[in-house]
């Protein structure tokens, strides 16, 4: 079994940044890609970006050249640096592991 958190969710402006963090534990051996996805208000969930053990990361369209991802494997870590966010970003982010294991999300809110 395994246990992702997320933090570093909050309310910002648009224009401004964030970094979401979750940590893995339990038998976090079985994860291989882990990612980021959100879920809008009357909204499907999507995905956000994505990022093999390898360090290869796949961005929706929406994302790229604001937001970042990126793991720490030896602190079981992985992050979603957000720059330049719009209110459109508003969303509960959730933390994604490989094969099915999901966070409890975590609210991103954004200001216009």
């Known amino acids: 079994q395994v246990q992702l958190v997320e933090s570093g969710g909050g309310l910002v402006q648009a224009g401004g940044s964030l970094r979401l963090s979750c940590a893995a534990s339990?038998?976090?051996?079985?994860?291989?890609?882990m990612g980021w996805y959100r879920q809008a208000p009357g909204k499907q969930r999507e995905l956000v970006a994505v990022?093999?053990?390898?360090?290869?990361?796949t961005y929706a369209d929406s994302v790229k050249g604001r937001f970042t991802i990126s793991r720490e494997n030896a602190k079981n870590m992985v992050y979603l640096q957000m720059n330049s966010l719009k209110p459109e970003d508003t969303a509960v982010y959730f933390c994604?592991?490989?094969?099915?294991?999901w966070g409890q999300g975590t609210q991103v809110t954004v200001s216009s």
């Open positions: 994604w592991g490989t094969p099915n294991y």
């Open positions: 339990g038998s976090i051996f079985s994860i291989g890609g």
């Open positions: 990022i093999a053990r390898g360090g290869t990361s």
